[in-house]
């Protein structure tokens, strides 16, 4: 069955600190990642995806995903995190299924960056 | 920008009522989505559309029914409102295609007593 894991319920990082928000997949066929992020009584906005080529994927705020096919992981990082970037971040993955185009997620991971 | 609306932020209504959630969006995108998000559950895909008049079940459509008569918008309708509906609803939208973004509008809260 197609699924996504986040590991993690929470992350803890000093502001300052690079940080990581790990993500792993179960997709047959060719996935395309995503990862959202979302603020407190928002909707989910858009940080990056891959959809194939470079495995390093740049996307807003600075913040960057590493395709690893072989691992079945697209782990969100940053190099210097900020407190504005404590948020709720979500891992997602699109593929094909019975003819249509689906999205599922992970269940989240909760950042939270101290000064 | 894509823009998602979600014309009702936060909602209260009564157990038993029939409840309207309205989605509109501005990019003649073919995709619209609805999703419930729980605490600890993630993201729950409820009913999506591909087209004008045409709607698929996602993973959860009990106590749901959808309506889509125009492109732009897409409405989910609780038919008998259940505590258990209580959630935060997201509604989504992304042209064809598998490598392409799927946007969210702001959500609506629907509490239901």
């Known amino acids: 069955a197609q699924s996504v894991a986040q590991p993690e319920d929470q992350v803890n990082v000093a502001e300052g600190n690079p940080l990581t928000v790990k993500c792993t997949y179960s997709v047959s066929g060719n996935p395309y990642l995503f990862w959202y992020v979302q603020y407190p009584n928002r909707g989910l906005q858009f940080l990056l995806k891959y959809i194939t080529g470079d495995n390093l994927v740049k996307g807003s705020y600075g913040f960057e995903a590493e395709f690893n096919k072989s691992q079945t992981s697209f782990h969100l990082k940053k190099p210097s995190a900020l407190v504005s970037d404590s948020a709720l971040y979500f891992c997602?993955?699109?593929?094909?299924?019975?003819?249509?185009?689906?999205?599922?997620f992970g269940a989240g991971t909760r950042l939270a960056v101290h000064p | 920008d894509v823009k998602v609306t979600q014309s009702s932020r936060y909602l209260v209504k009564r157990t038993g009522e029939k409840v309207f959630l309205e989605c509109v969006q501005d990019?003649?995108?073919?995709?619209m989505f609805w999703y419930r998000q729980d605490p600890g559950l993630g993201l729950r895909l409820i009913y999506f559309?591909?087209?004008?008049?045409?709607?698929e079940k996602g993973d959860i459509p009990e106590g749901y029914s959808v309506s889509r008569e125009k492109k732009e918008r897409f409405s989910l309708i609780l038919e008998s409102a259940s505590t258990n509906q209580t959630s935060m609803y997201l509604c989504a939208s992304s042209p064809s295609g598998s490598g392409n973004t799927i946007y969210f509008g702001e959500g609506s809260w629907l509490t239901v007593v």
């Open positions: 559309s591909y087209d004008v008049k045409m709607k």
């Open positions: 997602a993955v699109r593929f094909v299924s019975g003819g249509y185009n689906k999205l599922i």
């Open positions: 990019m003649d995108h073919e995709n």
